[in-house]
Each structure stands twice: as C-alpha cells, then as structure tokens.
C-alpha cells in the first residue's frame, strides 16, 4: 500500500512568513507532520524558495527534526506511477498558507465535506474568519 504524502509549503506555512528570511516556527504544524511521518507518511517540503534561500530553509527543517522524503520533488514511486515525473507535485494533502478550499465544484458531496470541515476551521481559527469575510465580499460583488 502506497504510504499517504504530504507535501507542505515553507514561508507562512512551517514557520512564519518574513521571507527572505526565516519567522518563528509553526510548532503544531511541525508535530503534526513528525506524527504524520511516524504513522508512515511522506514529506516532501513544496516551497517557491531556490538556491541558497532553499537551503536554508531545508537546514532550519532539519533544525526542527523535520526531515523531508523530498524538496520540490515527485516521490519516485510517484514517478513510477505516472510513467514520468510530472510538473506537479503529487500529494495526498497540501499544505499552504495560501490554501483557502472553498470552490464550487460539481461534486457536492465532497463540497459538502468541505463546507463542514470549513465551518468547524472557521471556529476554531480568527484568520480564516477574516479570509472569509473578505471572501464573501468578493462574492457579493460578483452577484
Ligand atoms: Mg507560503
């Protein structure tokens, strides 16, 4: 059975966002991937920095006990499985500070689950409130 991947974003996401450099770290998301990893799961660090700023990046992880299957890599069982190493990185759960799930899609029932799951984040976290509020404004415009 193929182990579940995740793959997570750097800046804003593993740590605070003072990109160039390197914010506080985001500790519950870093002991949630540890735990993630010791259930089995892959890590690969997805992350728009390059270079020497990506290294860096890379060592603070290591800094924090968090050791990636890849960097801005396909896994290559993920290789093997598409015939060839796509563009995207494949995963089973992203991560991203930039992440806001809430499209419209044909499928309800999985529109329904993220309503849900939404609803329950949008309680439990004063950013997201703010993300929606000015989501629904966007909305409103659009009508
Ligand atoms: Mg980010």
């Known amino acids: 059975m193929q182990s579940k991947i995740i793959a997570v974003d750097f800046d804003g996401t593993l740590c605070e966002n003072k990109w160039p450099d390197i914010g506080e770290p985001n500790t519950e998301l870093i002991i949630y991937l540890k735990n993630q990893q010791n ?5 690969i660090l997805w992350t728009c920095r390059a270079e020497d700023r990506l290294e860096r990046a890379v060592a603070w992880c290591i800094e924090q006990g968090l050791i990636f299957d890849g960097v801005n890599e396909n896994l290559p069982e993920i290789i093997e499985l598409f015939g060839s190493d796509t563009r995207k990185i494949y ?3 992203y991560i991203d500070d930039k992440m806001f799930g809430f499209f419209d899609l044909p499928y309800k029932s ?3 689950f993220l309503r849900k799951q939404f609803h ?3 309680e439990h976290s004063p950013g997201i409130m703010r993300r929606l509020s000015r989501s629904q404004k966007l909305e409103d ?3």
């Open 39 to 43: 259930l089995g799961a892959k890590l």
């Open 91 to 93: 995963a089973d759960e």
């Open 110 to 112: 999985s529109t329904n």
């Open 141 to 143: 415009k659009t009508k």
């Open 120 to 122: 329950f984040d949008v």
